[in-house]
């Protein structure tokens, strides 16, 4: 079975063996001119939309804490067909999250701009596994992670103190894949420092930070999966 991941269920990590496959994926093989339409549909509604270079799965095990899968790179229109077809047979999508908790416990999202294919929505910094992410073929987490968190929020995740496990939770959206890092900053400290960076930045991709300080907390435009990761974050502090 190419992907044996219960649906809405943190899990916890304890090892991770994803590897990217230099072959072409079958998916983007198969599907290339509905790819191709699509795209043409979708950057003509909004011309900001650039067709990068990403990486999709072929195949997500988990067993008994260990996370085991092989990617391929994909081009973005390639991405964009499957999350209209997700429930594609030998393809899925996963991403990484660092989630940001400062120095009280509080943690530290960001709303995206509207500009972005996110628009408005409301989740941690984070971004699709690109070929860079990968050193000697195997995924780095880390480094998909503070990329994306810098890029996006100029905070340095090597600043922080990273818990040793990783968690994820399978969703229709893609399988997300997260990590707690705790800053020693108040929350107050850390969305100032996020609100200085987009101030600086000729093309942000954020629109401001958003701090979650209780479970009860909803900001409005929460991505579906965010729920849970409040919730799992404060009934695990």
């Not at 990273?162 to 997300?176: D, F, M, N």
């Not at 009860?216 to 919730?231: K, N, V, W």
């Amino acid at each position: 079975m190419s992907f044996n991941l219960p649906p809405n269920v943190i899990l916890p990590v304890d090892e991770i063996d994803v590897r990217l496959d230099p072959a072409p994926h079958p998916f983007q093989r198969d599907n290339a001119e509905a790819i191709a339409a699509g795209w043409a549909e979708q950057s003509a509604g909004n011309p900001a939309l650039f067709d990068g270079t990403m990486v999709l799965l072929s195949t997500l095990t988990y067993d008994k804490g260990r996370l085991s899968g092989i990617c391929h790179a994909v081009r973005y229109s390639t991405f964009l067909h499957w999350r209209r077809h997700s429930d594609t047979h030998g393809a899925h999508h996963a991403f990484a999250h660092a989630m940001p908790v400062s120095g009280d416990g509080v943690l530290v999202a960001i709303r995206m701009a509207p500009h972005t294919l996110n628009a408005h929505r409301v989740y941690f910094a984070a971004g699709s596994f690109e070929p860079e992410d990968f050193v000697g073929g195997q995924v780095d987490m880390h480094r998909n992670m503070a990329r994306e968190v810098a890029e996006e929020t100029g905070l340095d995740l090597d600043a922080a103190q990273a818990e040793r496990r990783h968690h994820l939770i399978s969703t229709p959206g893609g399988v997300v894949i997260f990590r707690r890092y705790r800053f020693a900053q108040t929350a107050q400290a850390l969305a100032a420092h996020i609100r200085g960076h987009i101030a600086a930045d000729p093309d942000p991709e954020i629109s401001e930070p958003i701090v979650i300080a209780d479970a009860a907390a909803r900001p409005a435009g929460l991505m579906p999966y965010m729920p849970a990761l409040i919730d799992w974050h404060f009934s695990n502090m």
